[in-house]
């Protein structure tokens, strides 16, 4: 059996759940769409597109990681942290179509866990596309006190229930994927602290 725990980085493996085969899978999850991408994404699994989508994923903009899904599979949203933040629009247009499970993706060494380091180089960037310099500053300040995180995996859970206090009858399943071996991990802290009911898939 393939062991993954080598390629989890060390701040997060004592917070991870690894989950090898489809028995790993939380049984909460059989027969829905969030053990269908799990199963894609770590065992190489088919997925079987339906007449229209039943699943939305968020996840980060990362260059290094790419969605094993194919077209017509799923609504997805990609943006810097991987968090619903300023989308909420966009989930509410999924509703209307029906879909009932969002998946959300963190991974390790994420950008926006270090973008504190790099907004003198982003508001020059916008500088040289023309901003003017003050104003640039001052929106790569703003933007960073919305986008920036601490740690990966905090962000993930805060923003686990930020989305279940918005929309009480959707299942969000959040996942941790580590960039080494494109693998997703389950977060301790939502198998121990969500109830079988919260968690009940729809």
């Given at each position: 059996m393939y062991d993954?725990?080598?390629?989890i980085?060390?701040?997060?493996k004592s917070r991870?759940?690894q989950m090898q085969?489809?028995n790993?899978?939380?049984a909460?999850w059989n027969g829905?769409p969030?053990?269908?991408?799990?199963q894609a994404?770590?065992?190489?699994y088919?997925?079987?597109?339906?007449?229209?989508p039943?699943?939305?994923?968020?996840?980060?903009?990362e260059?290094?990681?790419a969605?094993p899904?194919p077209?017509?599979?799923?609504?997805?949203?990609?943006?810097?942290g991987?968090?619903?933040?300023g989308q909420?629009?966009a989930?509410?247009y999924v509703?209307?179509?029906?879909?009932?499970?969002?998946?959300?993706i963190?991974?390790?060494?994420?950008g926006m866990?270090?973008v504190s380091?790099?907004k003198?180089?982003?508001?020059?960037a916008?500088?040289?596309?023309?901003?003017?310099?003050?104003?640039a500053l001052?929106?790569?300040?703003?933007q960073?006190?919305?986008l920036?995180?601490?740690?990966e995996?905090?962000?993930?859970?805060?923003?686990?229930y930020r989305?279940?206090?918005m929309?009480n009858d959707i299942?969000v399943?959040p996942?941790?994927?580590?960039?080494?071996?494109?693998?997703?991990?389950l977060p301790?802290?939502?198998h121990e602290?969500?109830?079988?009911r919260?968690?009940?898939p729809?």
């Amino acid at each position: 059996m393939y062991d993954s725990y080598s390629s989890i980085p060390e701040l997060h493996k004592s917070r991870l759940i690894q989950m090898q085969s489809s028995n790993d899978i939380p049984a909460r999850w059989n027969g829905t769409p969030i053990a269908s991408f799990i199963q894609a994404q770590n065992f190489g699994y088919p997925l079987h597109v339906n007449d229209q989508p039943q699943i939305l994923i968020s996840t980060c903009i990362e260059f290094r990681y790419a969605l094993p899904i194919p077209a017509k599979y799923a609504y997805v949203i990609r943006t810097a942290g991987g968090r619903l933040i300023g989308q909420e629009f966009a989930v509410g247009y999924v509703l209307t179509k029906g879909v009932k499970n969002i998946i959300l993706i963190a991974h390790d060494d994420c950008g926006m866990a270090k973008v504190s380091q790099a907004k003198e180089a982003i508001a020059k960037a916008f500088v040289q596309q023309g901003w003017d310099p003050a104003e640039a500053l001052h929106y790569v300040n703003q933007q960073a006190e919305v986008l920036a995180i601490d740690d990966e995996l905090d962000a993930l859970e805060h923003e686990y229930y930020r989305l279940k206090q918005m929309f009480n009858d959707i299942h969000v399943a959040p996942l941790f994927l580590t960039l080494n071996d494109k693998r997703v991990h389950l977060p301790k802290w939502y198998h121990e602290r969500i109830s079988a009911r919260d968690a009940q898939p729809h």
